[in-house]
């Protein structure tokens, strides 16, 4: 378990050297030199910009989608013919630089990620109300490796810098990177097993999410509404990385999907594509999240390795434990 450990923060220590130390050196000389410019210009040069947030979306496209509509949608684009299955990579090109550039940021875990004091907190069945959680911005949330949870959240104007539509589900967007993995993703698996992959859910907005946890909360109440659905701006859904999955033997996104051959084989393969099962079973207490084997994180092939070989979640990785350990007396 040490030499696991050991490896581990070498492999960090290499990411620090790699993607933050030589990019800041050579971001400290173009700093300096768009300085002078500036200096030159004046100060009447400006840059802004910003995108308003998609909120049009219905509550339920989301969260009940028979999946008998989704295959009725889908049959004449979902399979891939016998004929044209190949060993293919994706088809929407993502570069090396497209790959490693959103980890430029990353530091040591210990630098950049702590929770905030949990002086309120509220737990049902040992998971919190994300309501009585005091949160911190996200940080770098165009990486592949952003943490979106409890205890990071995203501004309400927060959407990804370009969203494509899934392939076979182009009512569903991602982020490319996501988007070019999800059609290899899905091609594998239908070549491979036979199985058709079908989507639930991809990119949310702020205010469809908060529809969704509002919604949950009428209908299910609290205790289950916590393990199941994000508090908005705490979800990875508006981060245009994640997906529910399921395929033609499973009616919703439910934990018997765990049963299936599909998942048997997404938990071999996901992370060949870029992908992680984002709540698992033996990691409630550091999720804070209810066991959900239809939700799948892409956070890059590299990663997604890294972390399916030390059975680490994205909490774990970022160097945080459970969001209970932060509680603190009110007094």
């Known amino acids: 378990m040490n030499r696991k450990q050991d490896k581990h923060q070498d492999y960090r220590g290499q990411k620090i050297v790699k993607y933050l130390l030589l990019p800041m050196s050579a971001c400290l000389a173009v700093i300096l030199s768009i300085a002078f410019l500036f200096h030159l210009l004046g100060d009447d040069t400006r840059i802004s910009g910003s995108q308003e947030s998609i909120a049009s979306q219905a509550v339920e496209a989301y969260e009940t989608m028979p999946l008998s509509s989704a295959i009725e949608q889908t049959e004449t684009t979902n399979t891939v013919p016998p004929e044209t299955m190949q060993n293919t990579t994706t088809s929407i090109e993502v570069s090396d630089q497209e790959e490693t550039q959103p980890h430029s940021t990353e530091q040591t875990a210990s630098a950049r990620y702590t929770y905030l004091p949990q002086s309120e907190l509220k737990l049902y069945d040992g998971i919190a109300d994300p309501r009585t959680v ?160 239809w939700h799948f994180r892409y956070v890059g092939i590299e990663l997604a390795n890294h972390l399916a070989e030390y059975d680490l979640t994205l909490e774990e990785y970022h160097g945080l434990g459970p969001l209970s350990d932060f509680i603190t007396d009110p007094s």
């Open 134 to 293: 005091k949160a911190r911005d996200v940080i770098d949330p165009h990486s592949f490796s952003a943490l979106v949870n409890k205890g990071f959240t995203l501004p309400a104007d927060f959407e990804p810098a370009e969203l494509v539509p899934a392939s076979g589900f182009d009512w569903f967007q991602l982020h490319p990177a996501a988007a070019a993995a999800w059609t290899d993703l899905r091609q594998a698996c239908q070549q491979e097993t036979g199985i058709v992959l079908y989507m639930t859910s991809a990119y949310r907005s702020f205010d469809v999410q908060n529809m969704l946890f509002n919604s949950a909360l009428n209908r299910k109440g609290i205790a289950m509404s916590v393990g199941y659905n994000a508090y908005q701006g705490r979800s990875e859904h508006q981060l245009g990385l994640a997906i529910d999955i399921m395929d033609s033997n499973t009616s919703k996104n439910s934990t018997r999907f765990a049963q299936t051959e599909t998942y048997g084989w997404m938990m071999k393969n996901a992370a060949r594509f870029g992908f992680i099962l984002r709540y698992p079973a033996h990691k409630v207490h550091i999720t804070d999240y209810s066991y959900e084997p």
